[in-house]
């Protein structure tokens, strides 16, 4: 099968206003399978401009009022974070934001700092996922898995992390639990930036090394084949090569 992110098929049209272009063209499922439907070619990016970030936090506003969470957000240029947007089809439709550790800590520290720091006393090198907002699309596994293995690349290739935590709603819990092997680290509190509560996870990027290097790649086939990996996200993952081109293209944004 051709790589799948080095297909000849146009990218699309107005996708530069969602900032430099990570990933132009996904159009083929893991296995062969074509991408169909409303997410059809879609691409991921930096979001690196005014206007990439100012589409994400109205996606992420969107998403979040939705489910009734609290304050509007605006996403800023912050140097210790960066924000990736996947569009398709003349619109933005999936985000979510890294942000690695600095003497300003990370976001997750206003509620869970005390676990934290005992990770960071370890030795560990800690970042954070946040703002994940996704619209629903045709192949929701595919457009998450790119997201999450490109925010991987960021925290282990270029930042050396070796530890990301996420503070979840209780219903997403279990979400990250089995699609991405996330591991409970403190339990429900209130965060007042939400207005609700909040578990904080966390997943060893060892751990998600392992599972991209096994099943990266392999879709439905994998899912199939692999023990408890039918409800994992890393079957839908970049393959070895699509992964090594990907990491070339992050080393020539920095």
Known sequence: MENRINSPHAPDCGAEQYGSAIVQDIKWLPGGEPVAGAAASFGIH?????????ASSQLINKRYLWRGYGEQRQLEAQPQRVT??????????????????????IQADAVFKAEIDAYRRGG???CEVTKLAIDPVPHPKLALASLFHILFLYARK???CSDAFVEVN???????RD?????????????PRVDATAYLLRVSLDYMEQQIAALGGSGADGADGA???????????????????ITRRLLALR
């Open 170 to 176: 209780p219903r997403h819990r279990r979400y990250y």
């Open 46 to 54: 930096l979001a690196d401009l005014e206007a990439a970030r100012h």
């Open 84 to 105: 990736l947007a996947a569009s398709g089809q003349g619109r933005l439709f999936g985000t979510v934001s890294l942000t690695t550790d600095s003497a300003a800590g």
């Open 124 to 126: 560990a090198r800690v």
């Open 227 to 245: 023990d408890g990996a039918a409800r994992s996200l890393y079957p839908y993952f970049f393959g070895r090569a699509e992964e090594a081109d």
């Open 158 to 160: 270029i930042h050396h």
């Open 179 to 191: 699609m991405l092997g996330f591991e409970q680290v403190a339990g429900s509190r209130y965060n």
